[in-house]
């Protein structure tokens, strides 16, 4: 049980909760002072939950001994959890068995083989620490040639840091978005796998370079976003606006990302073009990356 990340992650959560949004406590009785600050008191969460104040105080104070499952059912219902979020919970309190490490396994077959039926879509297939391990001609000449990257720098988050503002960049009104959607993917793989060294050093570096990915690890938020908006500038096909879809990938801990734009949009139109260039350009290079990498296909240029 990890006493004090389950504090934190309740507190966080509590803290979160608007009250008018939740009718047990949007009236205040006599006496009671008014709030200061956004979110649920203590006291508001312990009786949601049916649970003593003492003792949930204890859990935020990480001072109480591991939570019941019954418990654990009752503060995420109190503290409207998602199932990401409820998951992530029993993790902290040691109610699921956490992985050793993420270890680098080969890619299944039926994995590599969504790149290949997807196609001209440009897609890849990232791990629980965000590394590409994976992926199809149409992502090489969109993204990057991602063989020409040592494996260590296969990561969409080193990218999204490194290439942010050159190549990439988020809409207006959304800065910030991807380093807060990686810091929580990252925060809940590390409670996943607390005994990953890579990926504590992961963590640890994103954290000292980036100011809004420290800023959304300390938010402790967990909750996945399916779907993020990009504007991509490529050096042939001029600024597209992407957007950037992941889906799990069943019976694994590995993830689709698939890159589309709206249907009928001149982003559509120029993604239409990139395939058909790819398709046309010859060897095919949709497999993992594995002994010499100088054998890797190069379908483009590092931008």
């Not at 699921?96 to 993420?102: D, F, K, L, S």
Request: glycine content about 8%.
């Amino acid at each position: 049980m990890s006493r004090g990340e389950l504090a934190d992650f309740l507190r966080r959560r509590r803290e979160g909760l608007r009250p008018d949004r939740v009718p047990a406590t949007a009236t205040h009785p006599p006496g009671r002072r008014a709030r200061r600050t956004p979110g649920l008191r203590r006291e508001e969460v312990a009786e949601l939950a049916g649970v003593s104040v003492s003792y949930y105080e204890r859990l935020e104070q990480a001072r109480a001994p591991r939570p019941s499952p019954e418990v654990l059912t009752a503060l995420g219902t109190a503290l409207r959890l998602t199932v990401a979020e409820r998951e992530h919970l029993a993790r902290l309190a040691g109610q699921i068995p956490p992985g050793a490490h993420a270890d680098r396994r080969p890619v299944p077959e039926e994995a590599r083989g969504l790149l290949d039926r997807i196609a001209p879509i440009p897609a890849c297939l990232v791990d629980e620490r965000q590394d590409i391990v994976a992926w199809n001609d149409e992502a090489a000449a969109l993204i990057i040639d991602f063989g020409l990257l040592p494996a260590e720098e296969r990561n969409t988050v080193r990218l999204a840091i490194r290439l942010g503002g050159t190549y990439c960049r988020p809409p207006a009104g959304a800065e910030g978005e991807f380093a807060r959607q990686y810091a929580a993917q990252l925060r809940a793989a590390t409670v996943r796998y607390p005994a990953d060294r890579v990926l504590g050093e992961l963590v640890n570096e994103l954290a000292a370079h980036s100011p809004e990915f420290a800023a959304g690890w300390r938010a402790h938020d967990v909750r996945p976003v399916p779907t993020l908006r990009k504007l991509l500038r490529h050096p042939e096909l001029g600024e597209l606006e992407v957007v950037c879809q992941t889906l799990l990938v069943p019976g694994t801990d590995l993830q689709l990302v698939m890159y589309t734009a709206e249907p009928g949009s001149p982003s559509a139109a120029a993604l239409a073009r990139l395939g058909k260039g790819v398709l046309d350009a010859g060897p095919d290079c949709r497999r993992e990356p594995d002994g010499d990498e100088r054998d890797v296909v190069q379908v483009s240029r590092m931008r």
